[in-house]
T-cell receptor, first 111, second 112 residues
Framework: QKEVEQDPGPLSVPEGAIVSLNCTYS??????FMWYRQYSRKGPELLMY????GNKEDGRFTAQVDKSSKYISLFIRDSQPSDSATYLC???????????FGRGTSLIVHP | DTGVSQDPRHKITKRGQNVTFRCDPI?????LYWYRQTLGQGPEFLTY????????KSRLLSDRFSAERPKGSFSTLEIQRTEQGDSAMYLC??????????FGPGTRLTVL
């Protein structure tokens, strides 16, 4: 079992939909939770990070962490075609803060 | 542009050749990371520097791979005797703190 599991998709939604992207993890030592967006053939771009259970909101994006279930989510409201990308979750346990990445979920938002 | 930069962006080489990649981090960031990413996978950690000290290396980093950060600023990653399995995107990231990393655009390596 991988430390971080993420469904690769693709997830295809119509423009304006609410998108839910998820990761599960097995290592209870993970304390820092990050979401990255990666466009094709580009480097990952940090979207959000959090280190506590609960919700964190930034514009159309909401990150949710449930440490008891070892489950994290990223919600995108009013999705746009420009949101079409691969979304990577990344988790780290402190110390050297070397994150373990999920394999990414490919999101396609069609007009 | 004050982001992380990497050079070259693309490299095509023949099996057995040596290649070197460069990463220039965001200037005030003391942490620098190298990752490798293959198609359909997330980035895999290779090595990590804090200032000029290489603090951690992954088991993925065979003895053909070496990385340096001589003055705590830019870093180089060298692959000796390249193999076809080395074909991947090599990503550099820098960080000012524990919880955030900022990635460069990556160097795409193709080994023929």
């Amino acid at each position: 079992q991988k430390e971080v599991e993420q469904d690769p998709g693709p997830l295809s939604v119509p423009e304006g939909a609410i998108v839910s992207l998820n990761c599960t993890y097995s290592n209870s030592a993970f304390q820092y939770f990050m979401w990255y967006r990666q466009y094709s053939r580009k480097g990952p771009e940090l979207l959000m990070y959090t280190y506590s259970s609960g919700n964190k909101e930034d514009g159309r994006f909401t990150a949710q962490v449930d440490k008891s279930s070892k489950y994290i989510s990223l919600f995108i409201r009013d999705s746009q075609p420009s949101d079409s990308a691969t979304y990577l979750c990344a988790l780290s346990s402190g110390g050297s803060y070397i994150p373990t990445f999920g394999r990414g979920t490919s999101l396609i938002v069609h007009p | 542009d004050t982001g992380v930069s990497q050079d070259p962006r693309h490299k095509i080489t023949k099996r057995g050749q040596n290649v070197t990649f460069r990463c220039d981090p965001i200037s005030e960031h003391n942490r620098l990371y190298w990752y490798r990413q293959t198609l359909g996978q997330g980035p895999e950690f290779l090595t990590y520097f804090q200032n000029e000290a290489q603090l951690e290396k992954s088991r993925l980093l065979s003895d053909r791979f070496s990385a340096e950060r001589p003055k705590g600023s830019f870093s180089t990653l060298e692959i000796q005797r390249t193999e076809q399995g080395d074909s991947a995107m090599y990503l550099c990231a820098s960080s000012p703190s524990a919880d955030t990393q900022y990635f460069g655009p990556g160097t795409r390596l193709t080994v023929l």
